[in-house]
């Protein structure tokens, strides 16, 4: 008889992703490993070779594995004998049967390399200023941002691009942007890459092209463009043009003739986030629809689905005659997955000891009608018959994330200690509509509506104790939790973590608020503050009944600090009940991304608070 999950469950599963196919058929690709008793994770690369056979390079923060073009050798970046206070990172190399070499070493950190031909590396890395304070005492800036999320302070260390001689280790130095670079591919020697021109709109990029030995030259300018892919000698991209601000979808975009040719405009009308190599002659895309992920080619103008099934695909990469993906299923974690025309095969088993052990609950899908929109949601139900169900409410983050068909550990958790939960995706989500998606201007309106109108199904079908109610979400789920307390004393315990509390603060403080914030409420505090108040929670906690626990990590440049604490603050000075909980480490992504002790306290104090709050015994012996 299998078991229910524990925390500790939780903090073992392994991630995997970052896969590359050789043109030699061989699959590398990275596993984040927890140590629980180092309380870290280890960063691996992982080769499964064509003849079957297995290589384990066990290094420390290895990441960002990349075949040469003739597939003899692996280059990846990697932190090994670093000093844990030192920043940067360094290239390495190794062949199969040999050890990894390093070949160049980078003071503040390489975040990207790609081959340009079988000797030279290109890499994209950070490079101080003039003047830039080099202890690390201070920084100055006239721009923002002063710091971004998971990276620190930035200021002064803009992204250039370097080549690199794998053989000799020297390194030139190939662009000087003023606002550095952001994107990049390599097309037969040369390069193309993206900037931008002015700091405040940092998602308006122009594409340069790099000739071999030349200098740049300006391609376009004017749109968003993300990914960059040479694909059999063509340059596709990502992008869009901004029609609904940072809102709108991803387009597939071909560079003909020095312009952009939209491929998808007129036939999907959802949100692509990537694109790789040729499968079957056609280039391999992913977007998300209605909680599930699509892989799909672009053929001769249209859409040809492979992959369209109750599944979450987090990367993937084209080889020869394959796909191979990453991916979770609602009931089963990530695993590393083979396409072929003949079927599909599961490459790794990392995870699958949690399937083998513990009893895992597949999710009931709903469609609700709302505010003159379909809505579709997910209940999770414990395997235990009772007259009545404690609920717990899960609000994505984004306000342009999705929620769905991908594993949901903590989910699982709650569920295994008798909870209903529920989850759905309001207007504002991905995987729908570009019009859908657009809810500038009006967070807290449509959203709110819809997902209490979700709610009200969710007690309709299934006998809910409403006085054993919690509503819990991060980041924009954060600020809906905030919201929600406002507006309603339906729950009778909220959980919120790394949220908005205050707009205004907001634009002055996060690593993206002064563009991210006009964009989504409509000009500056400066010149809309009326509405920057209408929309902060923390302005109208005189209306809250519910009691909350509110959790933050201290270095979330996302969502500062301030938000949580000036909603804590507004609570208590109303005296209202408000618990604070900040980690004193984490960054805006640190319930999955943070030391495994600091996860583990996370789940603690969240059963223990909710607990108490409902009456219940959820804590673990």
Not at 34 to 49: A, C, F, S, T
Not at 347 to 364: A, G
Not at 452 to 466: G, K, Q, T
Request: charged share 30%; aromatic share 14%; net charge negative.
């Amino acid at each position: 008889m299998k078991r229910k999950i524990k925390v500790e469950d939780i903090l073992r599963l392994i991630r995997v992703g970052d896969i590359q196919v050789s043109p030699k058929g061989d699959i590398a690709y990275t596993t984040s490993i927890p140590d629980l008793d180092k309380n870290r994770y280890v960063g691996e690369i992982r080769v499964v070779w064509s003849d079957g056979t297995e290589t384990y390079y066990y290094g420390r923060d290895d990441s960002t594995p990349r075949w040469s073009p003739d597939g003899n050798r692996l280059a990846f970046i990697s932190r090994r004998y670093a000093d844990e206070k030192d920043r940067g990172s360094g290239i390495y190399i190794v062949g199969k049967g040999g050890e990894p070499r390093r070949v160049a070493w980078f003071k503040y950190g390489v975040s990207s390399i790609k081959w340009l031909d079988n000797r030279y590396l290109i890499a994209l890395a950070r490079e101080p200023v003039e003047g830039y304070d080099d202890d690390g005492d201070y920084v100055e800036t006239d721009e923002a941002p002063l710091w971004f999320d998971r990276e620190g302070f930035v200021a002064g260390l803009w992204e250039q691009l370097y080549r690199v001689d794998v053989e000799s280790g020297y390194i030139y130095k190939l662009t000087g942007e003023r606002y550095g670079v952001y994107s990049y591919e390599v097309m037969d020697r040369d390069i193309y890459y993206t900037t931008i021109e002015d700091w405040r709109y940092p998602y308006i990029n122009i594409l340069k092209y790099l000739k071999y030995g030349g200098e740049p030259k300006e391609i376009l300018s004017g749109m968003h463009i993300t990914v960059l892919r040479n694909i059999d000698g063509r340059l596709y991209f990502l992008g869009n043009k901004l029609e609904i601000g940072i809102s709108s979808h991803n387009r597939l975009y071909m560079l003909y003739n020095n312009a952009a040719e939209c491929l998808t405009c007129d036939i999907l009308d959802r949100d692509i986030i990537r694109v790789e190599g040729l499968y079957r002659g056609s280039p391999v895309i992913l977007y998300p629809d209605a909680g599930r992920s699509v892989l799909a080619l672009y053929s001769s103008g249209e859409i040809v689905k492979l992959l369209d099934d109750n599944l979450y695909i987090y990367s993937f990469d084209v080889g020869r005659d394959m796909i191979v993906y990453s991916a979770s299923y609602p009931d089963k974690p990530v695993e590393l997955y083979i396409y072929r025309e003949e079927g599909i095969e599961q490459l790794t088993h990392l995870n699958d000891w949690l399937t083998d052990e513990v009893e895992l609950y597949r999710p009931e899908h709903i469609r609700i009608s709302s505010m003159d929109e379909d809505i579709d949601g997910w209940i999770i139900k414990p395997n235990v018959e009772r007259d009545s169900y404690p609920l717990i409410l899960y609000i994505h983050g984004g306000p342009k994330g999705m929620y769905g068909y991908n594993f949901h550990p903590e989910m699982q958790l709650m569920a295994s200690k008798g909870f209903i939960v529920g989850y759905c995706n309001p207007h504002g989500s991905q995987g729908y509509t570009e019009e859908f998606a657009d809810i500038r201007g009006r967070y807290g309106e449509i959203d709110y509506r819809q997902i209490m109108d979700f709610v009200e199904e969710v007690c309709r079908l299934y006998p809910i104790d409403r006085e054993k109610t919690v509503v819990t979400g991060i980041s924009y789920g954060g600020y809906m939790t905030n919201w929600i307390v406002t507006k309603t004393d339906f729950f009778r315990a909220a959980v919120s973590e790394n949220g908005i509390s205050d707009w205004i603060a907001d634009y002055w403080a996060a690593d993206i608020g002064y563009w991210f914030d006009p964009d989504q409420i409509g000009g500056t505090p400066i010149e809309n503050l009326k509405e920057y108040i209408s929309k902060s929670p923390a302005y109208h906690v005189s209306n809250v009944k519910t009691p909350m626990l509110i959790i933050h990590s201290l270095n979330d440049y996302r969502c500062f600090i301030d938000q949580s604490l000036a909603m804590h603050i507004a609570l208590k000075s109303l005296k209202k009940e408000s618990k604070l909980v900040v980690f004193k480490k984490g960054s805006h992504g640190h319930s999955i991304l943070a030391e495994p002790r600091h996860r583990r306290k996370r789940y603690i104090l969240k059963l223990k608070w909710i607990g108490e709050k409902l009456n219940l015994k959820l804590e673990e012996e």
